[in-house]
C-alpha cells in the first residue's frame, strides 16, 4: 500500500469552528488531492496541488482553503464549518508517468459538525 | 450532462455470473482511465487501468470505447469478495463517477 496518512481519522466539530485534516505521504509524489464523498455524489474534488506551494480549486472548493508547505504533507482548512461539509474526506496522491496519473487514496477522515 | 456517468445499480448477481458495468464520460482530453474498487467505508483502490487497447486481469477486462466515449469493466466468474462499488475516472479531469454497487451472492 501506497504510504499515505490522514489526521484526524475522526472528528466532531461544531458549526463555526475552524478545522484542519492533515494528509500526510511518504512516497515523494509530486500530485495532491483532497476530495469528499457523500452519498449520491461520489468523489469530488476540493482542492489539489502540483507541487509544493502550487495549489489548485476543484469543483467544489467553496469554504475550504489548502496548503502544502513540504512534499509531504497537505492540509485542508475549513475556516468555519458548517453542516453541509459533514463528509468523508479522502486525500489521494500521484505523480504523473507518461500519460498516467494514478491516483492511490489514504484512509479517510470522517468529520461531523454538529 | 455529468462529465463521468455511471449506472449506480445496484448490481445483484449469483457467484459465478459474469457482470459488465459501463462509465461514459464526455470529456475527451482524457488520454486513460482508471476503474477503482471501494468497499464500504473504506477508501478507493486501483483495480485497473485501462488505455487504448484495453487491459486484462485474470477475471477482470476493461475495455475503452473512444468513439462512443465509454470504458466498461467486466468481471467473469464472480467471487463473493468481489462486492464493492466500482469507480470511474479519466486521468485528465480527476472526476469520479458515483460508482455502480455490486452484490455477489451465494
Known amino acids: 500500500d501506497a504510504g499515505i496518512t490522514q489526521s484526524p481519522r475522526h472528528k466532531v466539530t461544531e458549526t463555526g469552528t475552524p478545522v484542519t485534516l492533515r494528509c500526510h505521504q511518504t512516497?515523494?509524489?509530486?500530485?495532491m488531492y483532497w476530495y469528499r464523498q457523500d452519498p449520491g455524489h461520489g468523489l469530488r474534488l476540493i482542492h489539489y496541488s502540483y507541487g509544493v506551494k502550487d495549489t489548485d480549486k476543484g469543483e467544489v472548493s467553496d469554504g475550504y482553503s489548502v496548503s502544502r508547505s513540504k512534499t509531504e504533507d497537505f492540509l485542508l482548512t475549513l475556516e468555519s464549518a458548517t453542516s453541509s461539509q459533514t463528509s468523508v474526506y479522502f486525500c489521494?496522491?500521484?505523480?504523473?508517468?507518461?500519460?498516467?496519473?494514478?491516483?492511490?487514496f489514504g484512509p479517510g477522515t470522517r468529520l461531523t459538525v454538529t | 450532462r455529468k462529465e463521468v456517468e455511471q449506472d449506480p445499480g445496484p448490481f445483484n448477481v449469483p457467484e459465478g455470473a459474469t457482470v459488465a458495468f459501463n462509465c461514459t464520460y464526455s470529456?475527451?482530453?482524457?488520454?486513460?482511465f482508471f476503474w477503482y474498487r471501494q468497499d464500504c467505508r473504506k477508501e478507493p483502490k486501483l483495480l485497473m487501468s485501462v488505455y487504448s487497447s484495453g487491459n486484462e486481469d485474470g477475471r477482470f477486462t476493461a475495455q475503452l470505447n473512444r468513439a462512443s466515449q465509454y470504458i466498461s469493466l467486466l468481471i467473469r466468474d464472480s467471487k463473493l469478495s468481489d462486492s464493492a462499488t466500482y469507480l470511474c475516472v479519466g486521468n485528465n479531469d480527476m472526476r469520479f463517477g458515483a460508482g455502480t454497487r455490486l452484490t455477489v451472492k451465494p
Open positions: 512516497e515523494n509524489h509530486r500530485y
Open positions: 470529456n475527451s482530453a482524457s488520454q486513460s
Open positions: 489521494a496522491i500521484s505523480d504523473p508517468i507518461d500519460v498516467s496519473y494514478e491516483q492511490y
